[in-house]
């Protein structure tokens, strides 16, 4: 399989604020995000399929949320209690509201960390490969989120869409809001699983991209999954077909395939949205849980 053939290859996308494509070169930071946009229906001969997007270790080659937390926080107990959470054993929204009270940086100095992450290559071309045929490309974060609007836009995709965290600094004090959270359900901060439920209401089968543990709860439900790193043993766990990858190159060359079977026979090209059994949330766990159920004892974070 290769990449579309306007991408020429071992072309490497830079992060500098000329590169064109969706959004607007150079646009200014994004606003903190608020709340996720309405998922609009299945317009008639568009391709039946949206792509949700991790971005820490997904987009971003690092998790810029662990490495803002390792290069500004001292605190003695911070690997261990975010090693429970990356074991599955805690819910990631108490974890950053306790998290975000051990940072003591400013905005500027927490986006000047964030902004020599390194981002893989072939995410550009993919996401304007989606977006070129009409196909929704959205990055759904279950990290902190401040630092995704600034990157996208030097990528030059600002109007991708975010699912993130609201995250705000007055001086060295951070907040952190949770506006696309479930209503009725703690655990996590961004609930990933509504998004993709959004998605195949509107008729879309939906592909998840991610590597770790905050993926559990959309991989589950997601149609097609492309997994690496510790969400792998997830959906081997799980039982759940995944497709392993490396390189956003090799997801690029998936859709073009696909974008050709479906100009072929729309019929088959992409799997159609699937209903799956609860596995997370209020269904099954109740309202105000703030922890998976089965995890340790909860860690003290006063």
């Not at 074991?87 to 100095?109: D, F, Q, T, Y």
């Not at 902190?144 to 990157?151: E, L, M, R, S």
Request: include cysteine; hydrophobic fraction near 40%; proline fraction near 10%.
């Amino acid at each position: 399989m290769t990449p579309d053939a306007t991408t020429a290859p071992g072309v490497v996308i830079s992060d500098s604020s000329d590169s064109a494509g969706p959004g607007t070169a150079g646009q200014a930071p994004q606003s903190a995000p608020g709340r996720a946009p309405r998922v609009e229906p299945l317009p008639p001969g568009t391709p039946p399929v949206a792509f949700l997007v991790d971005y820490d270790g997904t987009i971003a080659v690092t998790d810029v949320s662990d490495t803002v937390m390792a290069e500004h926080v001292s605190h003695a107990d911070w690997e261990r209690i975010a090693a429970i959470y990356d074991a599955g054993l805690m819910g990631s929204r108490r974890l950053m509201e306790w998290e975000i009270k051990l940072i003591r940086a400013n905005e500027a100095e927490l986006l000047a960390t964030a902004a020599v992450q390194p981002h893989d290559p072939g995410f550009v071309p993919f996401a304007r490969r989606a977006t070129a045929a009409g196909i929704p490309v959205e990055v759904v974060s279950d990290g902190f989120g401040f630092f995704i609007g600034p990157a996208l836009a030097r990528l030059g995709l600002a109007d991708l869409p975010i699912v993130t965290a609201r995250t705000t600094f007055g001086g060295q004090v951070g907040k952190i809001s949770w506006p696309n959270a479930h209503p009725d359900c703690r655990v996590c901060g961004t609930c990933k699983r509504q998004r993709v439920l959004d998605h195949q209401a509107a008729g879309r089968a939906v592909v998840f991209i991610g590597d770790g543990e905050s993926d559990r709860y959309a991989a589950g439900y997601a149609d097609v999954i492309f997994a690496k790193r510790a969400l792998v043993p997830i959906c081997l766990a799980n039982g759940w077909p995944y497709e392993r990858w490396t390189e956003f190159a090799e997801i690029h060359a998936w859709l073009n395939e696909r974008l050709d079977a479906w100009r072929r026979d729309p019929a088959g090209a992409f799997p159609a949205p699937a209903e799956h059994p609860f596995f997370c949330g209020p269904e099954v766990w109740g309202a105000g849980v703030e922890d998976p159920p089965g995890a340790i004892e909860p860690p003290d974070l006063a």
